[in-house]
């Protein structure tokens, strides 16, 4: 571009259409002079896509020094209209208010220099601070901490360094931090906005009011920043040094009780693998109420407990309510929920038992259970939870439903026995349905007494555990 | 270029150790040279001009009697009698303005005038403009000058430069901008933090969009000349003395083998003598010093291993410790009191801070936003900046002492003259930018506002 330049030529090849149309019928009869033959049939025999510079013309003008001069010759051989110079020339700015005239190079075309503004002086672009009078101020700007000198500085350096609040804190005369003079300087713009506007609604889109800026939120953050940025190495390491110790502690924490957990589970499972009996026992009497009542001492602790609680008496210690052992006459399923959770409390546990002892039955039973252990003076949630307790709760409460089972069967038995019994009397409607009822009643009452009776020892036994 | 749009501005910065001059719109200045002026005081008025003698020189017409003064390395080179060397910047203020002599190719300096009065001159006397026409080779009208100027300097100051410039070499327009503006542009920044490490002290400023945030401007006495005076006073208290180059001459007695002859010359001057010696010293400093990855203590370092280093007169002498003990002085400028022969260096020492403390003071100073970006830019500068492994010790020092949340980054260019010349270079980028040519100070915004108009124009 710029070897074109200097030669004076187009940018684009326009006269080329031209020459290749003149040059081919000449060149195929003769060569140029000043090369021989073979020289020129190297370069095909055709003119090159550059027109260079005939060896001919040019010694004609060998002499001519000015190079003005030779550019206008180059110029007429190529049939070119324009020729190009550089000059050192005087210019001015519009940018500027005074006439200074600096020189620069400029390209001069057929000798008539450039017109037009200085190239650069569209960059001279500046803020748009707000100016405001005298009677102004007085009215509407006025403020205790702020002198008419200081505000006046204050805008004439927001003028000279285009907003930059920065430079401006820095340059100011007496010492305001960065936000005191943003929130004097957007204050009393937006006093001025509001003050001038003929309506309220044509500057309510300014951003000056549909966001004032917030001294108290910009105070905050930045004395949040300098906090962030004022640590030094020495404190930030003391800190990491203080979250990695408690990181340790709580980790051997959880190690601890996950020990514990573990080892509970291996024993248990090591005493189902080598003595099911235990367990089978446990079933079997948990299950048969007579047998609950012949044995006045009920399987309180799980036969495994005083091993594991020997075992794991040490950390068991401080976490009493903690860990619970799981037990094992409950569903696999609790036990295995259970266990996924390191701790929870005993509560929870017994109300997990509950309600997988209690599913089987239906809402009706669950409410009749209850209302019986009410009746026998046993509160629903046992007040003071130990293994022991819990342990008597859940069976308690399996007695009492299995007692329920019972009594329904018998009833639809006596049902169907009475109905046997109706079928063969069929005159006497009223005294034999009386006496039968009576007798049904008297027949029913019997079993109620007798299991009620053992339930009544469990409870009473309950009652006692607690008020120990 | 397409920012570019060159005027044939002059750039000029006056350091404390070199002055650096040139063109605007290239990339190195075609003049470097000692600020010192060797200055001869001519009993008789009328001396028979000697032109060779005379070259560099000027006569500088004071009512007293004339004074001869030589500027350049090479007058000054040459030994002359009674010629004292002082020093063109006191403080960090310019003293004399050096007149440029651009003469194509080579550059020729002319001590014209001082603009700080100093006690060896009478206060009355006024400086006169003398017709120095005829050895001008450039026209001062025709150049606008963009002149360097340190960045804590005062008003006064300011304005005087800027009558200097228009009454008396008639520019076209002036512009003052701050070295570490310049410094910080020379990197294509526009904030940064400017750690500017001279001859004569080292200053370190925060730059933010083009504007030093003067506030926060930290400067120390402790730069380059302040280490080459411990390296000397320490080579003397090993018993090492440097013989300055005119002191000596060489003879070849067998080929190959040479003799050194010391010559006698009472008249040299005692400031001469310590240049002389300062040159040299420098030279060692350059070719040996090295920045220590720690901080220096005795122990640690008394066994290692000695630099041998070959003096002009032929000497070698071993540095051992001392190649890691003088740069520590920039971080640890109580290091001083243990140097003998600098105890009277130790107050201003002492007050001195090191090279992180001072970086660290100057940015939490700032405000807090800006706070991250100038630590993850910190510019390196000057000529003490370009001593070895200085980059990576303040690296690693500075990532000891700054907070976490900030990630901290020093830069300097590779190029070790580019680091000397990094203010200079500034000004060539600027004032060849065709949006910096309506920032100018022109002669008749001066005329019609006055000297102090410059504060508005040269922020």
Same mark, same amino acid.
């Given at each position: 571009m710029d070897?074109k330049?200097?030669?004076g030529?187009p940018?684009?090849?326009?006269s080329l259409p031209?020459?290749?149309?003149s040059?081919?019928?000449?060149?195929?009869?003769?060569k140029?002079?000043?090369?021989?033959?073979e020289v020129?049939?190297?370069?095909g025999?055709i003119a090159?896509?550059?027109?260079?510079?005939?060896?001919?013309q040019?010694?004609r003008?060998?002499?001519s020094e000015?190079?003005k001069?030779?550019a206008?010759?180059i110029s007429?051989?190529?049939?070119?209209?324009l020729?190009i110079t550089w000059?050192?020339l005087?210019?001015?700015s519009?940018a500027? @208010?005074?006439n200074?005239?600096?020189?620069h190079?400029?390209?001069v075309?057929n000798?008539?220099?450039?017109?037009?503004d200085?190239?650069?002086?569209?960059y001279?672009?500046?803020?748009d601070v707000?100016k405001?009078t005298d009677e102004?101020?007085e009215k509407?700007?006025?403020?205790p901490?702020w002198?008419?000198?200081?505000?006046?500085q204050?805008f004439d350096?927001?003028?000279?360094f285009?907003?930059r609040?920065?430079v401006?804190?820095?340059r100011f005369?007496?010492s305001?931090?960065?936000?005191?003079?943003?929130n004097? *300087?957007?204050s009393?713009?937006?006093?001025?906005l509001t003050?001038?506007?003929?309506?309220?609604?044509d500057v309510s889109?300014?951003p000056?009011i549909?966001?004032?800026?917030?001294l108290?939120?910009?105070i905050?953050?930045?004395?949040?920043?300098?906090?962030?940025?004022?640590?030094t190495?020495?404190q930030e390491?003391?800190?990491?040094?203080?979250l990695?110790?408690?990181?340790?502690i709580?980790?051997?924490r959880?190690?601890?009780k996950?020990?514990?957990?573990?080892?509970?589970?291996?024993?248990?499972?090591l005493?189902?693998?080598?003595e099911?009996?235990?367990?089978?026992q446990y079933?079997?009497?948990?299950?048969?109420?007579?047998? #609950?009542?012949q044995?006045p001492?009920f399987?309180v602790t799980?036969?495994v407990?005083?091993e594991i609680a020997g075992?794991?008496s040490?950390?068991d210690?401080?976490?009493?309510?903690?860990?619970?052992?799981?037990p094992?006459?409950?569903?696999a399923s609790v036990?295995?929920?259970?266990?996924m959770l390191r701790v929870y409390?005993?509560?929870?546990a017994l109300?997990q038992?509950?309600?997988?002892?209690s599913s089987?039955?239906g809402?009706?039973?669950i409410?009749?259970v209850?209302q019986?252990?009410q009746?026998?003076?046993v @509160?629903l949630?046992?007040k003071?939870?130990?293994k022991a307790?819990c342990?008597e709760h859940l069976e308690l409460?399996k007695?009492?439903?299995t007692?329920? @089972?019972?009594?329904?069967q018998?009833?639809?038995?006596?049902?169907?026995?009475s109905?046997y019994?109706?079928g063969?009397?069929?005159?006497?409607?009223?005294?034999?349905k009386?006496?039968?009822?009576?007798a049904?009643?008297?027949?029913t009452?019997?079993?109620?007494?007798i299991s009620f009776g053992?339930?009544?020892?469990?409870?009473?036994l309950i009652?006692?555990?607690?008020s120990? | 270029m397409y920012g570019?749009?060159e005027?044939? #501005?002059?750039?000029?910065?006056l350091?404390?150790h070199t002055c650096?001059?040139?063109?605007a719109?290239?990339?190195?200045?075609?003049?470097?040279?000692?600020?010192?002026v060797g200055?001869l005081?001519?009993?008789?008025?009328?001396?028979p001009d000697?032109?060779e003698?005379n070259?560099?020189?000027v006569l /500088?017409?004071k009512s007293?009697?004339?004074?001869?003064?030589?500027?350049?390395?090479?007058a000054?080179g040459?030994?002359r009698?009674y010629?004292?060397?002082l020093?063109?910047?006191?403080d960090?203020?310019v003293?004399?303005?050096?007149?440029?002599?651009?003469?194509?190719?080579?550059?020729?300096?002319l001590a014209?005038?001082?603009?700080?009065?100093s006690?060896?001159?009478?206060?009355?006397?006024?400086? %006169?403009?003398?017709?120095?026409g005829?050895c001008?080779?450039v026209d001062?009208?025709?150049?606008?000058?963009?002149?360097a100027e340190?960045?804590?300097?005062?008003?006064?100051?300011?304005?005087k430069?800027a009558?200097i410039?228009?009454?008396?070499?008639?520019?076209p327009?002036l512009?003052?901008?701050?070295?570490?503006v310049l410094t910080s542009?020379?990197?294509?920044?526009a904030t940064?933090?400017v750690?500017?490490?001279g001859g004569?002290s080292?200053?370190?400023a925060?730059?933010?969009d083009?504007?030093v945030?003067?506030k926060?401007?930290?400067?120390s006495?402790?730069?380059?000349?302040?280490?080459t005076d411990?390296?000397?006073?320490?080579?003397?208290s090993k018993?090492l003395?440097?013989k300055?180059?005119y002191s000596f001459? %060489?003879k070849e007695i067998?080929?190959?083998?040479?003799?050194?002859?010391?010559l006698y010359?009472p /008249?040299?001057?005692e400031?001469?003598?310590?240049?002389s010696?300062?040159?040299?010293a420098?030279?060692?400093k350059e070719c040996?010093c090295?920045?220590?990855?720690?901080? *220096?203590?005795?122990?640690?370092?008394?066994?290692i291993p000695?630099?041998p280093?070959?003096?002009?007169?032929?000497?070698?002498?071993?540095?051992?410790?001392?190649r890691f003990k003088?740069p520590?002085?920039?971080?640890?400028p109580?290091l001083?009191q243990?140097?003998p022969?600098?105890e009277?260096?130790?107050?201003?020492a002492?007050?001195a801070?090191?090279?992180?403390?001072m970086?660290?003071e100057?940015? @939490?100073?700032?405000?807090v936003?800006i706070r991250r970006?100038?630590?993850?830019s910190?510019l390196?500068?000057?000529?003490?900046a370009?001593?070895?492994q200085l980059?990576?010790?303040?690296?690693?020092?500075l990532?000891?002492?700054?907070?976490q949340?900030?990630?901290?980054?020093?830069?300097?260019?590779?190029?070790?003259?580019?680091?000397r010349?990094?203010?200079?270079?500034?000004?060539?980028?600027?004032?060849?930018l065709g949006?910096f040519?309506?920032?100018?100070?022109?002669k008749?915004?001066?005329?019609?506002?006055g000297?102090?108009?410059i504060?508005?124009?040269c922020p």
């Amino acid at each position: 571009m710029d070897a074109k330049d200097i030669l004076g030529l187009p940018k684009a090849p326009l006269s080329l259409p031209q020459e290749k149309k003149s040059r081919p019928p000449k060149d195929s009869q003769r060569k140029p002079d000043g090369i021989s033959r073979e020289v020129y049939a190297l370069t095909g025999g055709i003119a090159p896509l550059m027109p260079a510079i005939d060896i001919s013309q040019w010694k004609r003008r060998a002499q001519s020094e000015n190079q003005k001069e030779y550019a206008f010759k180059i110029s007429t051989i190529l049939t070119l209209p324009l020729q190009i110079t550089w000059q050192w020339l005087p210019f001015t700015s519009s940018a500027r @208010n005074d006439n200074l005239q600096l020189y620069h190079w400029v390209r001069v075309v057929n000798g008539v220099p450039p017109t037009g503004d200085y190239s650069f002086a569209k960059y001279n672009k500046s803020v748009d601070v707000i100016k405001y009078t005298d009677e102004e101020y007085e009215k509407y700007l006025t403020d205790p901490t702020w002198t008419k000198e200081e505000t006046d500085q204050l805008f004439d350096l927001c003028q000279r360094f285009d907003l930059r609040f920065v430079v401006v804190a820095d340059r100011f005369q007496s010492s305001r931090t960065v936000e005191e003079l943003k929130n004097r *300087y957007y204050s009393v713009s937006r006093a001025l906005l509001t003050a001038r506007a003929v309506s309220p609604a044509d500057v309510s889109g300014h951003p000056f009011i549909k966001e004032p800026y917030n001294l108290s939120q910009e105070i905050e953050r930045k004395r949040a920043l300098s906090m962030v940025l004022s640590q030094t190495k020495h404190q930030e390491r003391r800190d990491a040094e203080v979250l990695a110790e408690a990181k340790r502690i709580s980790e051997s924490r959880m190690a601890a009780k996950a020990s514990v957990f573990f080892l509970l589970f291996l024993l248990i499972l090591l005493i189902l693998a080598l003595e099911p009996n235990l367990f089978a026992q446990y079933f079997l009497s948990a299950f048969n109420c007579s047998q #609950a009542v012949q044995e006045p001492e009920f399987p309180v602790t799980l036969p495994v407990d005083p091993e594991i609680a020997g075992d794991s008496s040490p950390p068991d210690v401080p976490y009493p309510s903690g860990i619970v052992a799981p037990p094992v006459a409950e569903t696999a399923s609790v036990s295995a929920s259970l266990r996924m959770l390191r701790v929870y409390l005993r509560t929870y546990a017994l109300e997990q038992m509950v309600q997988a002892a209690s599913s089987s039955a239906g809402l009706r039973t669950i409410k009749r259970v209850e209302q019986t252990l009410q009746d026998l003076g046993v @509160n629903l949630k046992p007040k003071v939870l130990t293994k022991a307790v819990c342990a008597e709760h859940l069976e308690l409460r399996k007695e009492i439903l299995t007692l329920l @089972n019972l009594q329904k069967q018998l009833q639809y038995k006596e049902a169907e026995g009475s109905s046997y019994r109706d079928g063969s009397y069929a005159e006497t409607p009223g005294t034999p349905k009386h006496s039968q009822r009576a007798a049904d009643q008297d027949r029913t009452f019997i079993p109620d007494s007798i299991s009620f009776g053992g339930i009544k020892l469990l409870s009473t036994l309950i009652v006692s555990t607690i008020s120990l | 270029m397409y920012g570019g749009d060159e005027v044939s #501005a002059i750039v000029l910065d006056l350091g404390s150790h070199t002055c650096k001059a040139g063109y605007a719109g290239e990339d190195a200045p075609k003049a470097v040279f000692p600020s010192v002026v060797g200055s001869l005081d001519q009993m008789e008025v009328d001396e028979p001009d000697e032109p060779e003698k005379n070259s560099g020189a000027v006569l /500088d017409t004071k009512s007293k009697g004339k004074r001869k003064l030589y500027v350049g390395s090479q007058a000054l080179g040459f030994r002359r009698d009674y010629m004292e060397v002082l020093s063109a910047m006191k403080d960090g203020v310019v003293k004399f303005l050096l007149h440029l002599h651009l003469h194509l190719h080579t550059v020729r300096v002319l001590a014209v005038d001082t603009l700080v009065p100093s006690a060896s001159v009478l206060k009355k006397d006024r400086p %006169r403009f003398r017709d120095l026409g005829e050895c001008l080779l450039v026209d001062p009208k025709e150049h606008p000058m963009l002149l360097a100027e340190p960045s804590s300097n005062t008003q006064q100051q300011r304005e005087k430069a800027a009558e200097i410039m228009f009454e008396k070499y008639q520019v076209p327009a002036l512009f003052l901008a701050k070295n570490a503006v310049l410094t910080s542009f020379a990197s294509g920044r526009a904030t940064s933090l400017v750690v500017d490490s001279g001859g004569g002290s080292t200053t370190i400023a925060p730059v933010h969009d083009g504007y030093v945030l003067q506030k926060a401007v930290a400067t120390s006495p402790i730069g380059g000349e302040f280490l080459t005076d411990c390296l000397i006073k320490s080579l003397e208290s090993k018993g090492l003395t440097i013989k300055p180059r005119y002191s000596f001459k %060489r003879k070849e007695i067998r080929p190959g083998e040479f003799q050194t002859v010391d010559l006698y010359l009472p /008249d040299t001057t005692e400031s001469y003598k310590l240049y002389s010696q300062r040159v040299i010293a420098s030279d060692i400093k350059e070719c040996v010093c090295r920045a220590p990855d720690t901080p *220096y203590d005795e122990s640690s370092y008394s066994n290692i291993p000695m630099t041998p280093y070959e003096l002009p007169d032929g000497q070698t002498i071993e540095i051992g410790a001392d190649r890691f003990k003088i740069p520590d002085v920039l971080f640890n400028p109580s290091l001083v009191q243990t140097i003998p022969g600098m105890e009277s260096y130790a107050e201003t020492a002492s007050s001195a801070r090191g090279l992180p403390q001072m970086v660290i003071e100057s940015i @939490n100073k700032c405000d807090v936003d800006i706070r991250r970006e100038l630590f993850s830019s910190v510019l390196l500068a000057g000529g003490t900046a370009s001593m070895q492994q200085l980059k990576e010790r303040l690296e690693k020092d500075l990532l000891e002492e700054s907070p976490q949340a900030a990630r901290v980054k020093v830069l300097a260019s590779g190029n070790a003259t580019e680091r000397r010349f990094s203010v200079w270079i500034g000004g060539s980028i600027l004032a060849s930018l065709g949006s910096f040519q309506q920032m100018w100070f022109s002669k008749s915004e001066y005329e019609e506002h006055g000297a102090a108009y410059i504060q508005r124009k040269c922020p």
